[in-house]
C-alpha cells in the first residue's frame, strides 16, 4: 500500500534545527510534488511550507523562506525538511504530502487548496525552552 512516513520530530528549545524526512513507500519522490503542511493545537492545517516538484525544484513559502529548506534524494526516496533558527510558534504537527494539484482560487482553509493524492501521519515538533 502506497503511503507516507513522516520522521525527525521531537523536543528542540527556541533558536535550534530539526531536519524532518519524508520516506514514501510503494512511490518515488519523482512520481509527486512532495510538499510539507504543519498544523499547530487549535489552528487550521496551514498551506504548503516548503515544496520538491517532481523534478527537483523546491521552493518555501515566505513564511518560513530563509530558515526552512526542502530537499530530495532520490536514492534514499526521501524528502527532507530542514527547519533552523526554530521558534515556539512553529511547534505543530508537521505533515508531507504527494500533491497532484492545487487551486489558489478554493476557497476554505490554506491546506484545502492542494489536491492530495497521499497524507502521511504526521511528527511532532515542540519548540520549547
Known amino acids: 500500500e502506497a503511503q507516507l512516513v513522516e520522521s525527525g520530530g521531537g523536543l528542540v528549545q527556541p533558536w535550534g534545527s530539526l531536519r524532518l524526512s519524508c520516506a514514501p513507500s510503494?512511490?518515488?519522490?519523482?512520481?509527486?510534488?512532495i510538499g510539507w503542511f504543519r498544523q499547530a493545537p487549535g489552528k487550521e492545517r496551514e498551506g504548503v511550507l516548503c515544496?520538491?516538484?517532481?523534478?527537483?525544484?523546491?521552493n518555501c513559502a515566505d513564511s518560513v523562506k530563509g530558515r526552512f529548506s526542502i530537499s530530495g534524494d532520490s536514492v534514499k526516496n526521501t524528502v527532507y525538511l530542514q527547519m533552523n533558527s526554530l521558534k515556539p510558534e512553529d511547534s505543530a504537527v508537521y505533515y508531507c504530502a504527494a500533491i497532484t494539484g492545487f487551486d489558489l482560487r478554493r476557497t476554505g482553509p490554506p491546506a484545502s487548496r492542494y489536491d492530495i493524492a497521499y497524507w502521511g501521519k504526521g511528527t511532532l515538533v515542540t519548540v520549547s525552552s
Open positions: 510503494g512511490f518515488t519522490v519523482n512520481d509527486y510534488d
Open positions: 515544496f520538491r516538484s517532481r523534478n527537483g525544484i523546491t
